[in-house]
């Protein structure tokens, strides 16, 4: 809800420090959770995470999010996706070019970001293009996953095919690890894949029909 | 008209310089005439609604007489015309300097890191970053916007093409392009307060130059520039601030309505409504302003940007007086 958003915003540094809290609660949590495994725990985290933040953030599900390092303003609400913005269209007293009745994302982003505690030196890091293969995904299990297995140094669950990005944008894969995720996903993160594993079960089902025939 | 090479087939290997002088990153004019200090000019180029290569070499005669680079757009305000790829790649035959246009919202990852690659095998050694007008403003509003990089992660994409000679895969290039990198700054819009902070961020993400969108408001481009010195990012990019003529109060007024990102004030625009030849007055006002932008520290050159006005390129270029020292 866009009033809720703002409201979000104004109060970047109180969501700054509970979402520090909450990482920290759930970063310790991590081998319980491994324990679990991240597969099941995909489906109902990201259903409870896209209710709470579509409701605070007007959240979209990209499965990336960097809130605190954009002010608490989810960058997706921009028309044009920019992940590193203002862009240079914005109108005068601070409305979006593309949607002139909305304030732009991005200059609420710099607003909530000067309230927060690290939220300046946040703002400023690079961002890297998001990877849309991970859209409709928890990004809180992904922050976590990811901070994790750094903490693990488990080398085998890092894929090596994804580490030119973290070369690229070095500071975003240190500070929001999720923005450019090196971990093994689960299946159930990759919704793009679940769909097309769907397809394959399918034919090889129907293979295997095929073959009894035979 | 200028020449292209002939007799056709033209000789891709004729004019490719791709070893770039020590300490550059391309062989491009405008990169050498910046570091040697001198004061630089680009020019914009409008490009046409047309297939045919003389209408580029036309529109381009009056701006390759004075300028170090031609900028071929890339359907700025969302609008269609031949691509910047094609502009810059007849500019490249006949033997003139073109920054390549990216907007990122006609094309993804994957095409722009391949055209990429192919406007620098043709020779052009510098590219604009940027994030693009939304498409609503053009004349195709209901086309996809693709926006799958914004104008930052595009510039760190490249640079590390360039630098690192990889694709953002991580697979290897067996020959990076050799560009000058080049990004937009829009000092006279809102935010203001931020504006010096996200040049900044483009400059850590690799821009070698900016080129500013319209300034009219110098007031406001030196409290910009104030910021800019304040925190030394003059003296790690190269800044053209951008400056074009205008043709009438009108005209004035329907820009700064009608195109995204143009600041143009009150004073201005009542300028040209008093003159007797508002044309007259407002090359006039151009060529105040490239002379006031080559006064202001921190400013390496002026790009300009006549939209349908090219013809007085030259004419406000020579009557600045900027390139006089470079005979």
């Known amino acids: 809800m866009y009033s809720v958003r703002l409201f979000c915003i104004r109060h970047s540094r109180g969501f700054e420090t509970i979402y520090k809290g909450l990482e920290k609660f759930f970063l310790s949590l991590h081998p319980v959770l491994k324990g679990i495994g991240y597969n099941r725990l995909e489906r109902p985290v990201a259903v409870v995470e896209k209710l709470s933040k579509g409701l605070l953030f007007d959240c979209k599900m990209c499965?990336?999010?960097?809130?605190?390092?954009?002010?608490?303003?989810?960058?997706?609400?921009?028309?044009?996706?920019?992940?590193?913005?203002?862009?240079?269209g914005v109108r005068d007293g601070g409305f979006c070019e593309v949607r002139p009745?909305?304030?732009?994302?991005?200059?609420?982003?710099?607003?909530?970001a000067k309230n927060m505690k690290n939220g300046l030196e946040r703002i400023r890091i690079v961002q890297p293009p998001i990877n849309r293969e991970l859209r409709g995904s928890s990004s809180w299990l992904r922050v976590i996953r990811e901070k994790g297995a750094m903490k693990d140094a488990s080398k085998g669950q890092l894929d090596p095919a994804k580490s030119e990005m973290?070369?690229?944008?070095?500071?975003?894969?240190?500070?929001?690890?999720?923005?450019v995720p090196l971990a093994r996903e689960p299946e159930a993160a990759l919704a793009e894949q679940s769909v097309q594993e769907q397809t394959s079960v399918h034919t090889s089902q129907s293979q295997t029909a095929g073959k009894a025939e035979q | 008209m200028i020449k292209v090479q002939s007799p056709e087939p033209y000789d891709p290997l004729s004019q490719v310089p791709l070893v770039p002088p020590k300490g550059h990153h391309s062989a491009s004019k405008l990169e050498r005439v910046l570091r040697k200090g001198l004061f630089a000019v680009t020019a914009e180029l409008n490009p046409p609604?047309?297939?045919?290569?003389?209408?580029?070499?036309?529109?381009?005669?009056?701006?390759?007489?004075?300028?170090?680079a031609i900028n071929a757009t890339d359907a700025s305000g969302a609008n269609c015309h031949m691509s910047s790829m094609g502009i810059c790649s007849l500019l490249s035959r006949a033997g003139q300097g073109s920054v390549f246009q990216i907007s990122c919202r006609d094309r993804n990852r994957i095409a722009i890191q391949g055209d990429v690659?192919?406007?620098?095998?043709?020779?052009?050694g510098n590219v604009l970053c940027l994030s693009g007008d939304g498409v609503g403003v053009g004349d195709q509003p209901g086309a996809k916007a693709v926006f799958d990089f914004d104008a930052i992660s595009l510039l760190r994409t490249l640079k590390t093409m360039r630098d690192e000679g990889v694709f953002l895969s991580g697979r290897k290039l067996t020959t990076p392009p050799k560009i000058f990198l080049g990004a937009a700054a829009n000092p006279c819009i809102q935010p203001l307060e931020w504006r010096a902070e996200r040049l900044a961020k483009k400059v850590q993400a690799g821009a070698d130059f900016i080129q500013t969108n319209y300034i009219f408001d110098v007031d406001v481009f030196e409290r910009f520039m104030e910021n800019i010195r304040k925190e030394g990012l003059h003296k790690k990019v190269f800044i053209l601030a951008g400056v074009g003529p205008l043709a009438s109060a009108k005209a004035a007024r329907w820009m700064r309505t009608n195109v995204p990102g143009i600041h143009i004030p009150d004073t201005v625009v009542d300028r040209l409504e008093a003159a007797d030849n508002p044309g007259e007055e407002g090359k006039k006002l151009c060529i105040e302003l490239v002379q006031k932008m080559r006064q202001i520290e921190g400013v390496a050159g002026v790009h300009i940007m006549a939209y349908r006005r090219e013809h007085m390129v030259n004419e406000i270029i020579e009557a600045s007086g900027v390139l006089d020292d470079r005979q």
């Open chain 2, 117 to 124: 690659l192919g406007v620098a095998a043709m020779g052009v």
């Open chain 1, 63 to 88: 499965g990336q999010c960097v809130l605190s390092s954009t002010g608490m303003s989810c960058p997706m609400n921009c028309p044009k996706n920019i992940r590193n913005g203002p862009c240079g």
């Open chain 1, 101 to 112: 009745e909305m304030r732009c994302v991005w200059v609420e982003a710099w607003n909530g």
């Open chain 2, 49 to 68: 609604d047309s297939a045919d290569p003389r209408d580029v070499l036309k529109a381009a005669e009056p701006l390759v007489e004075v300028a170090d």
């Open chain 1, 166 to 179: 973290a070369q690229a944008f070095a500071k975003a894969r240190k500070l929001e690890p999720a923005a």
